[in-house]
């Protein structure tokens, strides 16, 4: 069964500074791997995926995220962070045999403070 | 990418009453999905609509409860069927890309039920 950890409830980062966002996963296949943003009242917002190729993936708004298939890990990166980065974050897994069932972290909110 | 349109955008219930959402896409789509997002929570997979079919529900999920229409490639209804407060929640419709994999969302219908 496919599933996917956000050890991180809340990640607080200050302006300017580095942030990572965790993601573990679990699949029986390949996996294709997913992060999405939620801003307040508002639906999901597609960030990057990783479905083949470079281990390191760039998406929007700078933010990066990096596959490490010996430690079952994607997670999310940014070099300097901004107060409007300020959001809900989903990691999400589905494996290469599930069609487009996509299973969803648990969410980490990110504070990024002035 | 996709645009999607849901109505309501918000809405406040009666328990014991029904009410149906609905989810407009600009694009012919194979797939539509409906996923529940409960306060504080995650997203979890309602069913997966496919036009001309009949709505494959996730475990835990029934139609009985939770019908489901998809009269054309770009059109589909959640109902939510004598509500509880517990049904309380965001319902989300979303639409998968087939070339690129990735998963498009609406903006979300906030229930609140009393």
């Known amino acids: 069964a496919q599933s996917v950890a956000q050890p991180e409830d809340q990640v607080n980062v200050a302006e300017g500074n580095p942030l990572t966002v965790k993601c573990t996963y679990s699949?029986?296949?390949?996996?294709?791997l997913f992060w999405y943003v939620q801003y307040p009242n508002r639906g999901l917002q597609f960030l990057l995926k990783?479905?083949?190729?470079?281990?390191l993936v760039k998406g929007s708004y700078g933010f990066e995220a990096e596959f490490n298939k010996s430690q079952t890990s994607f997670h999310l990166k940014k070099p300097s962070a901004l107060v409007s980065d300020s959001a809900l974050y989903f990691c999400?897994?589905?494996?290469?045999?599930?069609?487009?069932?996509?299973?969803f972290g648990a969410g980490t909110r990110l504070f990024v403070k002035a | 990418s996709a645009v999607i349109s849901q109505k309501p955008s918000r809405d406040i219930c009666q328990r014991g009453t029904s009410l149906t959402i609905q989810c407009q896409v600009d694009?012919?789509?194979?797939?539509m999905f409906w996923y529940r997002q409960q306060p504080g929570q995650s997203l979890t997979l309602i069913a997966t609509?496919?036009?001309?079919?009949?709505?494959?529900?996730e475990s835990g999920f029934v139609i009985d409860k939770f019908p489901i229409s998809r009269p054309n490639l770009t059109f589909s209804t959640l109902t939510v069927s004598n509500m509880s407060p517990e049904d309380s929640s965001i319902y989300l419709c979303?639409?998968?890309?087939?070339?690129?994999?990735?998963?498009?969302f609406g903006e979300g219908s906030r229930l609140t039920v009393l």
């Open positions: 699949v029986s296949g390949n996996p294709y």
């Open positions: 979303s639409v998968g890309d087939t070339n690129t994999g990735e998963l498009f």
């Open positions: 999400a897994v589905r494996d290469e045999t599930g069609g487009f069932k996509t299973i």
């Open positions: 694009s012919q789509v194979t797939m």
């Open positions: 990783y479905i083949t190729g470079d281990n």
């Open positions: 609509a496919n036009q001309g079919s009949e709505a494959t529900y």
